[in-house]
């Protein structure tokens, strides 16, 4: 009798199971309810051109982008945080399904994915109908702004007001909430890969060398800076010469890429203006008290907080784990959907 108990409450957990998803540009987390982040992986996904067949997901796709022969073609399915490729999107989100909950599908869990504030409807019923269609029993959506805040540990339920950077691969977005739910928001298409570009433009332009996405990164992660640094730093950069077509080696200071980073920073800062503009006067003063909260990959860019709180005269701070709060957030408002039901779509 207590075997039969035990494969019943197996059952009902199995059936009952849980998913957050946090679908970003550059790098999706999975967390399954009970068991917390499963899943880190690059959003980056390798399908063979003959049948469409994934080959490669996540850190192993990442690898050949660039790289692939004609037979195989590694991207990005996510572009400016909302999906570009519908069916590889899907491919993918079936990948993180399986991952999470193993390969019986009958056992459909429910999923929440979490969306941009400023996607618009057509974006977010692609988003809604790729899950489902990936294997999901129901579907939710929670605004990214709103997870950042739940992740952040930042008491939305308050009436009080809160605010909330969100700066990932594909967009920023900031928002003011409070009583759980987001009084002003905006958002810029403009995120860390934008950053890459601005780099990538930079090296084309004053060096006359084509260079790679993953060495734009790599150049943004080692001497990158949201200010102008008091001591200099340079990295050897390799590319290929736009003139000869031939490999050739240059050296980028960080002097070169706080100017290439200035135009796309000045977008980020001017978001957040934007929404304190519109935001009413009694939050205004708890935001002042409280500050801005930054989370997102792209917010660990050096000195970028000293920035804001310069362009902006509101002292910014960077969230603990500012890379997980976006997925603990959504984790923690699948697991306690009736509490957070009615800031979900």
């Known amino acids: 009798m207590r075997e039969k108990v035990n494969m019943l409450e197996c059952w009902h957990m199995s059936w009952g199971k849980r998913i957050g998803i946090d679908l970003g540009t550059a790098n999706s987390l999975v967390w399954v309810a009970g068991r917390g982040i499963v ?22 796709a990442k690898t050949m982008l660039g790289r692939t022969p004609g037979n195989i073609i590694a991207s990005r ?22 991952k999470a909950v193993g390969k019986n599908l ?26 489902m269609a990936a294997g999901a029993k129901a579907t939710y959506l929670i605004d ?4 950042a805040a739940i992740g952040a540990g930042v008491p939305i339920a308050e009436a009080s007001g809160n605010m909330i950077l969100d700066v990932g691969g594909g967009s920023a977005e900031t928002a003011v909430i409070s009583l759980g739910g987001v009084v002003a928001h905006k958002s810029v298409r403009v995120g860390g890969n934008k950053l890459d ?90 935001i002042i008290d409280r500050g801005i909260v930054m989370s997102g ?9 000293t920035l804001l709180t310069r362009e902006v005269g509101v002292p910014a701070y960077l969230a603990e784990e500012p890379l997980l709060c976006v997925v603990k957030g959504t984790g923690k408002a699948i697991e306690n959907i009736d509490t957070y039901r009615r800031a979900l779509r």
């Not at 399915?77 to 399986?98: C, H, N, S, W």
């Not at 990214?144 to 997870?147: I, K, R, Y």
């Not at 736009?242 to 050296?251: A, D, E, K, S």
């Not at 990959?297 to 907080?305: F, K, S, W, Y």
């Open 297 to 305: 990959g792209t917010a660990t860019l050096r000195n970028l907080d």
């Open 197 to 286: 570009e601005a780099i990538m433009d930079f090296a084309r332009r004053n060096h006359a060398l084509v260079i790679g996405d993953q060495t734009a990164e790599m150049v943004k992660i080692k001497i990158g800076s949201a200010i102008k640094l008091p001591r200099e730093e340079s990295i050897q950069v390799k590319g290929r010469d736009t003139v000869t077509g031939l490999p050739r080696t240059i050296t980028l200071t960080s002097s070169d890429v706080y100017q290439a980073l200035t135009k796309p920073l000045a977008q980020i800062v001017g978001v957040v203006k934007a929404v304190l503009e519109e935001t009413p006067p009694e939050l205004s003063s708890d």
């Open 144 to 147: 990214e702004p709103l997870a």
């Open 39 to 60: 899943l880190n992986e690059p959003t980056v996904v390798a399908v063979s051109v003959e049948d469409m067949r994934v080959v490669a997901v996540g850190h192993e």
């Open 106 to 131: 009958w056992l459909k869990p429910e999923v929440m994915i979490c969306v941009p504030a400023g996607c618009t409807q057509v974006e977010r019923r692609a988003a809604v109908d790729a899950t």
């Open 77 to 98: 399915p996510m572009k400016d945080g909302v999906i570009a490729d519908y069916a590889i999107t899907e491919a993918l989100i079936r990948f993180f399904i399986q």
